[in-house]
């Protein structure tokens, strides 16, 4: 299911800096089926942003996204969780062994004929 | 006396002191919020494991936000507060939201809307690209989490908000490539005068530019943007300006924390079928109130940044002004001096955001001169050259319309972040002033709501 993305090209470890309040309980999470480590009191956003260079890609064609406005505003953070649950990334808090992806998958749809 | 329902929407600080001084006359008020902790987005906190203090993060209004904060916890057994709620739709006397998946309906006898503001943004070509962020946006990652949104973020764009972000970000540590300011210096005499009704906060943000001064960032004023150089995959690699002076130059950047002051949230208040008014200062569309926060609709008051822009401090007023008329609606006895007090209160705020919206205007005629290419809604990638084509071609200018056959406004947003910059393309396009284009009706659900979403009668 882990698909090849820019994250993994970045020659940075992530856009976000963290400039202080490191020292938090670790809390580990997967994120499209990849092992990450978060800290407690992270978003799903920002623990996508420490690790990589974005949050989705757009659905127009106009390359990779790492939302915008962080106040659930734009809905430009849109991703799902395991069972199917479609959030935003900037007001939603990691919790321990959540599964993230960051694009639908089909299994979410009903199969059609 | 039978015990009244009051309903206030927001915990920011107008919703705050509006519960409070409810609290204050016996009344045991509902408190819907969107946001799992109280403050709103000013005074907004950061999670509870995180040990940095107010001071460290809201500077000098520390004491400000401490004091709404405390409120808070003070009456927090004296509200029913309902976190992660959002207030969806106005309809039938009641107000909708929906509450961990289940949609439910109150009737109130008042109902105080302090919806506060979201950033208002004007397109620049490249911004829909990774690591362009509001400058509110930029404050959020700092003030709630702890980061900067770059390596080397560029500030772009007007208002006080533009410097503050700058400066706590210095103050924090965080790269500054530099602060780009689209406003010309400020020349008008009556800009500063207005500015003057306060003059600690004007003091406040002079201090702030000759910080970041003082630390070697650069600041330019009069800047107009040409573009965000950012590669599809990997996102923002730079900047490209005109200065004043008529140079183009390139800045080196990872962000750009991007933002034209603010626009507040008048969505809830379109649905209840509040009146508006266009504001020629700001060409901003609001609803109309009296100077005590009644609406044009019985029974709803609006306070704070979320009817027009009136700043933390004069939020905390209106807030308190819109709960005593409520009140005092209602039959209720109210202390009339105070009431006064607050409007004077308020009356000196709006002349001292006249004075930033003269020195920070919003530039409109930037609009006019986006290229065809730009993105003006980023949600669907709609373009202004598209929007142009469909003004011609239809021979339209009303907004509603234009969204319609171009899209601009539809999506995931609700044209909160392209709908400003689009009237004035609109406009532009059209050849008409910016007032004739109308405004985008708000319409329910103001946020989008999971398909799952059970409605329940309360």
């Known amino acids: ?113 | 006396m039978a015990s009244l329902r009051v309903v206030v929407i927001g915990t920011g600080p107008a919703g705050m002191r509006a519960a409070e001084t409810l609290v204050a006359a016996g009344v045991r008020p509902i408190v819907i919020d969107e946001y799992v902790r109280d403050g709103g987005q000013i005074y907004r906190r950061q999670p509870s494991n995180f040990r940095r203090t107010h001071r460290t993060l809201y500077g000098s209004e520390a004491e400000r936000a401490a004091s709404l904060h405390v409120t808070f916890e003070r009456i927090r057994d004296k509200i029913d507060y309902r976190p992660q709620s959002l207030a969806w739709n106005i309809y039938d006397g009641a107000l909708h939201y929906v509450e961990s998946g289940l949609s439910k309906a109150i009737a109130s006898d008042a109902l105080i809307i302090a919806s506060g503001a979201t950033d208002r943004l004007m397109p620049v070509r490249g911004w829909n690209g990774a690591g362009v962020y509001s400058l509110g946006a930029a404050q959020i990652a700092l003030k709630s989490q702890a980061c900067a949104v770059g390596r080397r973020v560029a500030f772009l764009g007007t208002g006080p908000l533009l410097y503050l972000v700058a400066s706590q970000y210095r103050k924090a540590g965080a790269g500054i490539a530099a602060v780009l300011d689209l406003s010309p210096p400020v020349r008008r005499l009556s800009a500063l005068k207005n500015l003057c009704a306060r003059p600690t906060t004007l003091l406040k943000g002079l201090k702030l530019i000759a910080d970041l001064r003082r630390h070697g960032v650069a600041i330019e004023r009069g800047v107009t943007p040409l573009e965000i150089v950012a590669h599809p995959e990997r996102g923002v690699e730079g900047l490209r300006v005109r200065t004043a002076a008529g140079l183009e130059r390139g800045i080196d950047c990872d962000a750009v924390a991007l933002g034209c002051h603010l626009r507040p949230e008048t969505q809830l208040a379109d649905l209840a079928r509040c009146e508006f008014r266009f504001d020629a200062a700001t060409h901003h569309w609001l609803p109309t109130t009296d100077s005590d926060c009644r609406s044009s609709v019985r029974g709803i008051y609006l306070a704070g940044d979320g009817v027009r822009l009136v700043g933390a401090d004069g939020a905390e007023a209106m807030g308190a002004l819109a709960a005593l008329t409520a009140l005092s609606d209602l039959g209720r006895p109210i202390d009339h001096n105070r009431a006064a007090r607050l409007r004077r209160v308020v009356a000196k705020m709006e002349r001292f955001q006249r004075g930033v919206a003269e020195a920070f205007p919003w530039p409109a005629h930037l609009a006019r001169d986006l290229s065809d290419d730009t993105v003006v809604c980023r949600c669907e990638t709609i373009t202004a050259g598209e929007i142009r084509a469909v003004c011609r071609r239809d021979g339209i200018h009303e907004a509603n319309r234009v969204k319609a056959f171009s899209r601009v406004g539809m999506g995931r947003c609700q044209g909160r972040y392209c709908g400003s910059a689009a009237a004035e393309v609109i406009a532009a396009a059209a050849g008409v002033p910016v007032e004739r284009v109308g405004r985008l009706r708000g319409q329910a659900p103001v946020k989008p709501l999971a398909i799952s979403v059970e409605r329940v009668v309360a």
Not at chain 1, 6 to 24: H, K, M, P, Q, T
Not at chain 1, 36 to 60: K, W
Not at chain 1, 71 to 80: E, H, N, P, T, Y
Not at chain 1, 87 to 96: F, L, P, Q
């Open chain 1, 1 to 113: 299911m882990p698909t090849a993305t820019s994250r993994d090209l970045l020659a940075y470890s992530g856009r976000f800096v963290r400039l202080a309040e490191a020292d938090r309980h670790p809390v580990e999470i997967t994120i499209d089926g990849r092992r990450a480590t978060a800290l407690r009191g992270d978003t799903v956003l920002t623990v996508l942003l420490v690790e990589g260079g974005h949050v989705r890609r757009s659905e127009f064609g106009d390359g990779v996204r790492a939302g915008f406005c962080l106040m659930g505003a734009c809905q430009d953070c849109w991703v799902w969780t395991a069972d199917g649950q479609r959030i935003r990334a900037c007001t939603t808090e990691i919790v321990e062994g959540m599964h993230i992806l960051t694009e639908p998958t089909d299994s979410l749809w009903p199969a059609s004929a």
